[in-house]
């Protein structure tokens, strides 16, 4: 991981910051009823990468679990200070990867989106970006992701099914 790029975050009241390294494995924009609902929002930006590349600077973390849409547990760690969502662990990966919400990072506009997900239940005003591949429900990873971020993504699956994380 060294060469590696570096980018810092935080939350909404500056308690928490955290640093990430490298580039993600993929960047979803899921437009999910689920993800509406968890935000508050139209959908959610999350840059997946390995948990080992994230490390927290300041401040801690409280977490949430709610059911993610495969009925596995979807662990939302916030902010313990003013509860911004910082990143999730789903039920795929577990602990061993994480999705990072892009809108927390100083320069939010640093990972743009592989794909937009679940489509089909975005909002009915809501228009989707030029040159973003979008997808009624999911799409095959192999198909969409370079094959080095895929590999990424295959060894934590490998590393999960043998019982981590």
């Known amino acids: 991981m060294d060469n590696e790029p570096v980018h810092e975050g935080g939350c909404t009241c500056g308690a928490l910051r955290y640093r990430v390294s490298g580039e993600p494995i993929y960047v979803n924009n899921c437009h999910c ?3 509406q609902n968890q935000t508050g929002s139209t959908s959610v930006v999350n840059a997946f990468f390995e948990t080992g590349r994230l490390t927290l600077l300041s401040g801690s973390v409280r977490e949430h679990e709610v059911k993610a849409g495969s ?3 979807h662990r ?6 003013c509860g911004t969502a910082i990143w999730s662990h789903y039920p795929r990966a577990g602990r061993l990867g994480l999705g990072l919400r892009v ?7 640093a990972f743009r989106p ?3 997900i679940f489509v089909s239940e975005r909002m009915p005003w809501v228009t989707l970006p030029e040159g973003i591949p979008a997808f009624e429900r999911y799409y095959d990873p192999h198909v969409l992701i370079p094959a080095q971020r895929y590999a990424r993504m295959e060894a934590l699956l490998e590393r999960r099914k043998a019982g981590e994380g």
């Open 33 to 35: 009823r689920q993800c």
């Open 76 to 81: 939302i760690l916030r902010c313990a200070a």
């Open 103 to 109: 809108g927390t990072l100083d320069d939010c506009a």
């Open 71 to 73: 009925g596995g547990p």
């Open 114 to 116: 592989d794909a937009a």
